[in-house]
């Protein structure tokens, strides 16, 4: 349902508020290529317009190229237009952002939306409290600066928390080899920028971390999937695709693996770092969730001590999304190339946010706040399971902790079409496909576990798997 | 002078300390290839260790390559070891951080050292007061989250005050033409990574902001320097330019323009909108100092109206480089593609931050805190004016504001290794050949006039002058 802001005092005329309005929608893809806009009597009953000021906004969009009108039918968002050839990038753009919708659906401030697919726990479970009390402490001391540049690493009393805090996973790291970072994406985007050219292969978890993909092929990286096993990378299919491929590095998850919520076993690790080195490949491990595990978990870095992987961490999932406090660890030559990458790009990050994690770490908060939120989650995690099952889908595996639980939708080819079927009824999934290197159909939906339990997606799954049921959903 | 920070009490053996600590010099480029290291007796005796710990670390660093040994003079500092191939980006990369260590001198915490050529103004200038109270203000209040992600654009109410913002600088723009960026070195990031592709050609004034010219370099552009005169770029030499070359864009910088101070003329406003019309490329025009200009100025976007012209400003020089809160407008179709991009890579901003900057624009600190600091820098740039006379230096033209003074050093090739020397006395200048596009000499530099009346600087101008005087300083 189109719900724009139109505001009748504005200096700007109505007819103007919704065109740019309905634009921007499209343009954010929250109105996709076919979908039918809203009838201009029904528009205009909901907004509080005349019906002659939705016929001409309509009438506008098509004349703009972004709507078309069919005859008897309505108004449906015409296919994407695409920029002058001039300032078009590669056809790889296009590509890389086929899933960006997915993030602004995310990302919208819709609050009547159920984001059952999203990758982070909702506000009220996070230690808002405890943020706010350290951000007023750290404002009232006169040593702190809260207006000019950190340095270029970023604050060090963090990176030596750091250096402690890996060290209890059994990495060893000096602070001078840790990069501060604006989020854990910030940390992978300075390896892809510093380290991939057009071209290069690159592996991945298939199914994998889907905005990464995006900001790889916007390298124009040459994406090959590793498949996933309950074991983490299946090793024998690695080496398979080393026969034929020359990748330049691996991202992978370890722990709590983004979207499955599995671990990697010490086998499998054993193996995948035996194989980077005989193909001499850098493996870059992506720890976004790891703090989630409860009890210990087998990390390549711990294996490898940062000699091939490159280590990346965040504050995000746990502490504050909002504070952008992640992290990079890795060997002393690679730190000074990512450093100058760093600088390069955006300067600093905010050492203020930075003190603000470390006072959170040092004064026992997180270990605390971490340890409350494995117990919720595991508890929802099993009452989400049993809802699945009712539901009639099939949970893969038995999730180890974490937000996530990846389940199939029995009998169908593609579940992206039931994630367009939920999202007209304010219910916000997240498909395998998109988690699959080339989006290949996936009749998988990752849920998680923090919203899962709302009675409106039970609800919704009872009506709508019926419904899907043997249909291939591709057309 | 080195001054490593040691711990007796550290698990660390001194000697590794030693080690580590000189080779991050190293790598950042605070110890630069051919720099001397202290001798072994008097790093002894200022660091409190053995002589023969001293000697045994300065052997490892020679057996690791960081350093060479010259038999009866010392050590020093070896030239940078290359990465293995499989690591190295282009030789561009290399090209891109020519000068990445003087902004690693910038940013690094050494409160000893006079940062006289720096970027911004010293942390006793900024409104710390101010940004703590709202920041307190805002930590108090319920409705304001401090954890989780904004979304996708930046805190709306923000974007409607930067839509009155850049109304009365006659820039017309909707709230969802505008995003939000981590600082406004993001901003041109987002721009470069959208539309520039490896080969492409991309003017940039020349003298002009060295960072960027960095970032350019990293996506592989071929820079063309623009000539700066008194009004601007030169449209001549641009035309001239325009028979030889196809650029992309125009990176350039209208008001105070960094690092001369000078502002653009509308009639040269003109002439390069004209140019950019005829030649069918794009204009990215950075204000990340605009705000200190006293009174009206030309602003190509204010002609132009964002249809060629992408528009980028910040509040870090004026409000805090810690908050990073920088921006980019522009026309409806390039804001959905930079949109995408800025997803991609970092996902979302800090709304807390946003949301502080929204408080700080509406309550009226803005406007008085930026009075304020027009007339404090008018009043040292005059200053700093004299006291440069005084010392035998030629300020170039008369700065409009802000807080640059670009001035000559007569009769020497290349003010780099004035530079050089002033380093060694504790002085962080900046000479005029990293801001242009291929580091050719210059015999200028740029002067923070905020940092510039310490009575050290001029005493260094009056005792070096004399020894560079009629010296190329080019071997």
Redesign the interface.
Known sequence: MLQLSLNAESPLPLVDQIV?GI??HI??RLLRAGMRLPPIRGFAEQHAVSRFTVVEAYDRLVALGYVTSRRGSGFYVAGR?P?PA??T??GE?ER??DN?GV??Q????APARLKAGVG?LP?EW???EG??RN??AL??RPDV????????LGYRPLREQLQIKLAEFGIGV?P?QIILT??A??AL?IVI???I??GDCVLVDDPGYW?LF??LR?YGANLVGVPRNDNGPDPDALEALLQEHRP?AFFTHSVLHNPTSGNLTPAAAFRVLQLAEKH???IVEDDAYGDFHPGPATRLAQLDQLNRVVYVGSF?KT??????VGFLACR??????F???K???????????ERLVYLMLTEGHYRKLVERLQGRLADAASRTLRMLERSGLKPHGEPKGGMFVWAEVPGIGDAACLAGDAAESGIMLSPGSIFRPQQQPSPFLRFNVAYALDKRLERYLGEALPRFAGKCCKD
């Open positions: 740019s634009r921007t343009d954010d237009k920029l001039a300032e990038q590669s753009l890389a952002f960006a993030m602004y995310s990302l919208e401030d982070w506000p996070m230690d808002e943020v706010r951000l007023r404002s009232r600066h809260a207006t000019t540049y950190g340095t270029a000096q001078d604006h989020g994406t910030q985007d920028r510093t380290l050219q057009p905005n995006a900001n916007l330049k001499d490949f850098l995000a502490l504050s999304a909002d504070l952008r002393p030559e690679l730190r000074a190339r450093s100058d990458v600088i390069v790009s955006c300067v600093s990050t905010s050492e203020f946010a």
